[in-house]
């Protein structure tokens, strides 16, 4: 026979019990938490107008369910809401803001029609100005409440009225606009009235233990939880002791956001957004806070507290030798003290060390400014492939679990010092890691070998094999053949393939000093108001995009040149500047400036054919070409291997 292990019964909450209740600023006997693994609010305020609609007409939404916990002396009454977060928020916010979710076309009376005529008669003679069914909803939405303080009451009303329709001859109140008006919010605070329906509550009674399984079987049904929202759950009791104060701040601010945004009291977080307990899940939300902090040319960063940034989740499974489909076993794997909790600081610390090294060779060659961006605001890489570089240069450094350092960790690292930056760029250029599955992550920075029969894990070799010179170029040669057959007819986007390849190609002649002290902007060669009208009598269009027509400017220059091509732009600076601007712009063109002109026909008009633009984007992209072999010290090929 099945041991019983909890019960379930039904009630019935009216409204009003159920947002008081779920109210910070409550002082019933009667409390409602979020727990811990609940998800935050994601419906949209439509969805949860749509709801109350529902409630208004008597359709069935669905049963809540509440935890009770033990009784435990407390004079107030916890309990938490297992499911039925989204529905009990709309609610609890409808009760507070019901004319937000409200429109006029909710009222069935002529009550606003009846206004709307009191109100035209009292103008008389007056012009107004615009609609007075909008002018009342707009009020409504801007009021949001029932309060008189917030413009719920005749005045309040009448004033929103006359600024908007006739706000230098306001109408006076007379004594049939004033009864108007009074049975108009009459009837819209009757209409708001939901306090007196009832809501089916399930009530469980059991072990606090088996909540998260409830909470997942419930979910299994409803909108998909994600595998975060998941560990959330599962993880809300695996108890992680937590020596970095930065990660602790970000659980916080994490839970302050969404006590405070919200208003939603969360069992087990104090005020000021501090957990009785950090659990796995909120340790690895915290830890990936703060390498997008610490680290943001890798991994990015948010300013939303509560954004998921879930490389900590994936970098802790694979330094731990789970694929990514194992993340559920963590916990397994994870170092625990002598009480059962789970240390993960000598992880942390391997883990920051290795994401350090990555951004320290990486950031010579993505850190360059284009277009006086930040850094990282057009990082062209999926936190897939930055996670697998991280990855492979902390297990080729570190044993999991002893935490012992390897031995040739040395020659390890500085083979992944040459070789990560020409596996970035020719993963980029050729797209490997689109659509890419959790499974290479995990080949990426381990390689399976057999031995004696058993299986064991290395570090993987394929981020420590540099390029052949020959295998490169063609990585480059095949992703130029994209480029110049780009069919654009406008100014088009710079896609991120070719953003990437500029910044290595100046990552050597764009120093520091130089973004420091200068504004360069990328932009086109050939002026793309010169080329668009070739390009739209070209049935295929023209490459206007393309890598080899974009180049950095100096701000100043940039800007005089405009529509002139290079050479006309010379012509107009003064005679004697002119050569030191003609050797400043051909510093960063890499090919003489003659070369990227128009030539113009007998009455004067552009006459640049396709073929001599293609010419010139050939010509110049052989020159970047060997900047980027010179950048990432691979030898060029052999000539006629191109």
Request: aromatic share 10%; hydrophobic share 40%.
């Amino acid at each position: 026979m099945a041991i019983r292990v909890g019960s379930t019964r039904v009630e019935s909450w009216l409204v009003s019990k159920l947002a008081a209740a779920f109210s910070d600023a409550y002082e019933g006997k009667t409390k409602l938490k979020m727990p811990l693994f609940q998800r935050g609010v994601v419906w949209s305020p439509a969805k949860q107008a749509e709801l109350v609609r529902s409630l208004k007409m008597g359709f069935p939404v669905g049963s809540l369910l509440f935890y009770k916990p033990p009784i435990n002396g407390n004079e107030i009454e916890i309990n938490l809401l297992i499911d039925g977060l989204q529905r009990t928020t709309a609610i609890r916010d409808y009760t507070q803001r019901p004319l937000a979710f409200m429109k006029l076309s909710d009222l069935e009376t002529n009550v606003p029609a009846e206004l709307a005529e009191a109100y035209v008669r009292a103008a008389d003679h007056r012009e107004l100005h615009g609609d007075i069914g909008e002018v009342i909803e707009n009020w409504m939405t801007a009021t949001e409440t029932l309060e008189a303080g917030d413009g719920f009451d005749v005045y309040g009303l009448l004033k929103v009225l006359n600024a908007t329709l006739c706000p230098d001859d306001p109408v006076p109140l007379d004594d049939d606009l004033a009864d108007a008006i009074r049975l108009f919010l009459r009837a819209l605070k009757d209409e708001c009235d939901i306090s007196g329906i009832d809501v089916p509550v399930l009530f469980y009674e059991g072990a606090a233990s088996d909540l998260p399984d409830i909470f997942e079987r419930i979910n299994a049904t409803g909108t998909k939880l994600s595998k975060y929202e998941i560990f959330a759950a599962s993880w809300v009791n695996q108890n992680v002791t937590i020596a970095n104060e930065r990660v602790s701040e970000a659980i916080r601010k994490r839970y302050y956001a969404l006590m405070a945004t919200k208003n939603i009291s969360i069992n087990g977080v104090k005020a000021d957004g501090t957990p009785e307990q950090m659990s796995l899940f909120d340790y690895l939300f915290g830890l990936g806070k703060v390498l997008a902090d610490e680290y943001p040319l890798l991994f990015g960063a948010s300013d939303d507290p509560t954004t998921m940034e879930s490389v900590a989740f994936a970098l802790a499974t694979i330094c731990h030798r789970l694929p990514l489909s194992q993340m559920h076993r963590l916990p397994e794997v994870i170092d625990r003290d002598s009480d059962g909790k789970l240390v993960p600081s000598a992880f942390e610390a391997a883990l920051l060390e290795s994401s350090q090294f990555v951004s320290d060779v990486l950031s010579p060659f993505i850190g360059l400014k284009l277009n006086s961006e930040s850094a990282t605001s057009a990082s062209v890489h999926t936190d897939l492939q930055i996670s697998s570089m991280v990855a492979r240069a902390f297990c080729g450094k570190y044993v999991p679990g002893t935490w012992e350092i390897r031995e040739g960790d040395t020659a390890d690292r500085e083979a992944l010092r040459r070789c990560l930056p020409q596996h970035y760029l020719a993963d980029v250029l050729q797209q490997n890691w689109r659509g890419s599955g959790d499974s290479r992550l995990f080949q990426m920075a381990w390689d399976v070998i057999e031995q004696q029969e058993q299986r064991v894990l290395a570090p993987a070799k394929h981020y420590v094999r540099p390029f052949e010179s020959d295998e490169f170029d063609r990585v480059l040669e095949q992703w130029f053949g994209d480029q110049i057959r780009l069919s654009q007819r406008s100014r088009a986007y710079v896609t991120a393939s070719a953003r990437a390849f500029l910044k290595y190609i100046y990552s050597d002649v764009v120093t520091i000093n130089a973004e420091n002290k200068e504004t360069f902007e990328l932009d086109h060669i050939f002026p793309v108001s010169r080329l668009v009208g070739p390009a739209k009598a070209d049935e295929d269009g023209w490459p206007i995009s393309a890598v080899a027509n974009l180049a950095l400017f100096d701000w100043q220059t940039n800007r005089e040149k405009s529509k002139l091509d290079l050479l006309q732009y010379l012509a107009k600076v003064e005679e004697s500047a002119r050569p030191k601007k003609r050797q400043a712009i051909e510093k960063y063109l890499f090919v003489k400036v003659d070369t990227a002109t128009i030539p113009l026909d007998s009455v004067g008009d552009d006459a640049l054919t396709r073929e001599a633009y293609l010419d010139f984007l050939r010509l110049r992209y052989d020159s970047m070409k060997e900047l980027a072999f010179a950048a990432l010290g691979i030898e060029l090929p052999a000539k006629g291997h191109s």
